[in-house]
């Protein structure tokens, strides 16, 4: 006996099962044929002119009529519902992708659009600072800022004790991705505390450097005696070489020190793992920070989080 078809899945979830897509009929085929086929960006809304998407292309003809090609069997189900609920669309031409890129994050972050996700917020990038003293020439206090945006960190500054409360600081970001910009800046944290304190099992971290924790304050790293003749001033110029992009020496010189150690040599799976955030880090942050700002001449780190963005697209174009 045949079983009567009963919807499954996306399908139950939001009741689409093969209805026709919508567009063609509320839209008409010649809106579709009328479309520029050059680059720009769309945006779709409902019938109370609610802005429900933006997007971007190098083609609008071809890009925007692929949407007329959605249907609820296949595609996803937030894609589907934002085609369903669309009344209108409206397009914006632009004379290069370049300006098409830029006009879309500028209007997601301006428009909040529902059905947009990436690119809505500039709270996903972080700024490292770097505190240095005479008082302590072989230290540098390093403090990972999340969510504070471009300023200074006389907030935290405060509650340090001397001779740090009065350290010479910079500011180097704003760094794309917190989640790659945390585990190199705790990768980094780690290797070099475990340089310096002969760290003899995995489960002796100290607390602030666990995995399972998010710096909220500054951590104290020793520099002297990193590499092999090198002074503790040449590694404090290491370290913001590196964290500026130019130069990835400082991983170099860490990681010939781990596997000089015997004893972390042992463990060198473990560092293995934080070397490659920490170089994930510096290729996906400083260095493709600076390669932008040297292209497109723009002011030296630290470079606002608005900006970055817009830095990062006009760069890769270069």
């Not at 071809?62 to 609820?72: A, D, E, H, K, P």
């Not at 669309?86 to 500028?106: N, S």
């Amino acid at each position: 006996m045949d079983r009567p078809y009963r919807p499954r899945g996306r399908q139950l979830s939001l009741g689409l099962d093969n209805r026709p897509n919508p567009l063609r009929e509320r839209l008409g085929d010649q809106f579709f044929k009328d479309l520029p086929d050059q680059p720009g960006i769309y945006r779709f809304l409902d019938s109370n002119d609610a802005l429900l998407y933006v997007g971007k292309a190098k083609d609008l003809r071809n890009r925007v009529t692929s949407y007329t090609r959605i249907r609820g069997d296949r595609d996803p189900g937030r894609l589907v519902r934002m085609v369903r609920n669309t009344a209108r669309i409206t397009i914006q031409a632009c004379a290069t992708e370049e300006d098409a890129l830029v006009a879309e994050l500028d209007a997601i972050r301006t428009e909040n659009p529902v059905y947009n996700r990436a690119g809505r917020h500039t709270r996903h990038y972080a700024f490292i600072d770097l505190l240095t003293t005479d008082k302590q020439p072989g230290r540098v206090l390093i403090h990972l800022r999340l969510f504070e945006g471009n300023r200074t960190p006389d907030e935290w500054l405060n509650g340090l004790k001397p001779p740090w409360r009065s350290a010479r600081w910079e500011t180097f970001g704003a760094f794309k991705g917190i989640r790659r910009t945390q585990a190199g800046f705790m990768g980094l944290a780690r290797l070099l505390w475990a340089i310096h304190n002969d760290l003899r099992s995995p489960l002796d971290w100290p607390p602030i450097l666990r995995r399972d924790r998010r710096p909220d304050r500054g951590i104290i790293l020793d520099l002297d005696g990193t590499a092999a003749g090198s002074t503790a001033t040449s590694q404090q110029r290491a370290l913001r070489r590196l964290l500026r992009g130019t130069a990835r020496s400082f991983i170099d010189q860490i990681s010939n020190q781990v596997n000089s150690n015997a004893r972390l040599r042992s463990m060198s799976g473990i560092f293995r793992q934080e070397l490659d955030a920490v170089e994930l880090f510096y290729e996906r942050g400083p260095l493709r920070l600076r390669r932008a700002i040297r292209k497109l001449d723009l002011d030296d780190q630290p470079l606002p989080r608005n900006n970055v963005d817009q830095a990062l697209i006009r760069a890769a174009f270069r």
